[in-house]
Each structure stands twice: as structure tokens, then as C-alpha cells.
């Protein structure tokens, strides 16, 4: 902990793909945070920790929505994350021409109801270091998410199904690691099983000849020895849910 250190909890607001996770991992400087062109991608709270020098941001990247038939705590959320918040960061995807003239009324609502937060539209990470008030830090100055590798994983596998399945699909999808651990070489090995409720989502999920499965375990291995700086040695196994 520095002499003086000073700290800034921001949460990050706006609609589904709004590139909320893409800014997390661009101020991180490491893709920590799932990112897919499908909705709800994030799916639990998790924390992001930028540190420089006396200075700390805690990023709470959020979902608002009311689809796919979420689970009650991604509703809530938000709304406890709002309540410590310092700074809110409305993004708004200025490519989609449906939505980058007005606020998704969740969004509205989520603002309205904490009007005592400042918030604003454009930001830089510049520009959030400098309204970080006094304080102590909430985490150690190396730490880069509040996820733990297996949530990191697990959201990882989640942005590869929502990529490159169709439709509800990836949504149907339950995901169980089975095996996390250290190889003789110091490897990380990963076994997770892929649960889906439909013998026509096995055949898609596999694809002909494994193709399918083996390119998601692929591109997740590859991502994950980015981020945790290791050799990641992963096995998905898909199975009919019973």
C-alpha cells in the first residue's frame, strides 16, 4: 500500500454489446473479460483492477437487460454495484443506428435512481485516474480482475459458444470443470464438460468430425496462455444433459 494511496470505483453502464467488456480489457491491458458479438456474454460480476502508481480503479463491468431468461443476481447486480459506486461510464455503441441517439430505459432507470453518482458519456483512462479521490486501495497493486482463473475460464469457453453457435443455442449450454490442475511440466490442464439439453446441440457443438469442438478448445487454449502467461492444455467434453 503506497503512502497515499487514492481510489476510484467506476461501474461501467450500458445495453447488451455496447462494448462495455471490450473497454475493461483495453484499460486491463489483457483480454480478462469474455467478449462476443452475441448478448449476455458477461455473466456474473466481476471486477477489474487498474493500478498506476499511487492510484487505483476498481471497473465493475455490468449487464442490463431483461432477455434470455437470466439469472436473478446478473438483475441485481447493477443496482448493488451502483450503490459504492464513485463514477458511472455510460457507453453507448455509436455504430448501431437504433440506439446511439438515445439510453436504454434500464439505463435511464439505473441512472435516475442514482443521480447522486456522477456519470458521463466519453471517457479516457487518463481522465478516470484523475478524479480517483483518497483511499485505500482495494486490492494489491498486481492484481488484474476479481475473477479466479476458473471463472476466467468458464467465461472464456462461454464467449467461444456464443461466437460461433447459433441463435439460443450457447444460452442452453451448462459448463462443469471436472479437472484444474498442474501438469508434470507446469501446464496447465483443463477438462470442462458442456452440458446441453438436445441431441441436435451435441451434434452442433461437436461438429463433423470434432471440428467444431476442437477449434473453441483451440482458440480458448490460446487465450488463456495470454493471460495466465503458461502453457494451458484444455479438453471439452460434450454431453446430453440428463
Known amino acids: 500500500m503506497p503512502e497515499n494511496p487514492r481510489v476510484?470505483?467506476?461501474?461501467?453502464?450500458?445495453?447488451?454489446?455496447?462494448?462495455k467488456s471490450?473497454?475493461?480489457?483495453?484499460?486491463?491491458?489483457?483480454?480478462?473479460?469474455p467478449?462476443?458479438?452475441?448478448?449476455?456474454?458477461t455473466r456474473?460480476?466481476?471486477?477489474g483492477v487498474i493500478t498506476e502508481k499511487e492510484t487505483q480503479l476498481v471497473v465493475t463491468d455490468t449487464c442490463l437487460s431483461f432477455r434470455h431468461h437470466l439469472e436473478l443476481s446478473l438483475l441485481e447486480d447493477p443496482w448493488?454495484?451502483?450503490?459504492?459506486?464513485?463514477?458511472?461510464?455510460?457507453?453507448?455503441?455509436?455504430s448501431d443506428?437504433?440506439?446511439?441517439?438515445?439510453?436504454?430505459p434500464q439505463v435511464l432507470q439505473c441512472l435516475t435512481q442514482f443521480s447522486q453518482v456522477p456519470s458521463i458519456l466519453v471517457l479516457n483512462k487518463q481522465y478516470l485516474l484523475a478524479q480517483a479521490q483518497p483511499g485505500p486501495w482495494e486490492f494489491h497493486s498486481g492484481v488484474l480482475t476479481s475473477q479466479t482463473p476458473e471463472e476466467i475460464c468458464t467465461n472464456k469457453i462461454r464467449e467461444k459458444l456464443l461466437e460461433h453457435l447459433p441463435q439460443e443455442v450457447p444460452y442452453n449450454?451448462?459448463?462443469k470443470t471436472v479437472?484444474?490442475?498442474?501438469?508434470p511440466s507446469g501446464e496447465l490442464v483443463i477438462q470442462q464438460n458442456l452440458l446441453v439439453p438436445k441431441e441436435s446441440h451435441v451434434r452442433l457443438l461437436i461438429g463433423q468430425k470434432g471440428q467444431m469442438i476442437s477449434q473453441i478448445a483451440q482458440e480458448v487454449g490460446r487465450d488463456l496462455m495470454d493471460i495466465f502467461l503458461c502453457d494451458v492444455h484444455i479438453r471439452l467434453c460434450v454431453k446430453l444433459l440428463k
Do not use: I, Y
Open 179 to 183: 479437472v484444474w490442475e498442474e501438469g
Open 80 to 94: 448493488k454495484s451502483m450503490e459504492s459506486a464513485n463514477l458511472v461510464v455510460v457507453l453507448v455503441d455509436v
Open 8 to 19: 476510484l470505483r467506476v461501474v461501467f453502464l450500458g445495453s447488451p454489446n455496447a462494448g
Open 173 to 175: 449450454v451448462q459448463q
Open 97 to 104: 443506428k437504433w440506439t446511439r441517439n438515445q439510453l436504454s
Open 22 to 33: 471490450t473497454l475493461s480489457n483495453q484499460l486491463l491491458g489483457r483480454q480478462v473479460f
Open 44 to 47: 456474473c460480476q466481476a471486477l
Open 35 to 41: 467478449v462476443s458479438r452475441k448478448v449476455h456474454t
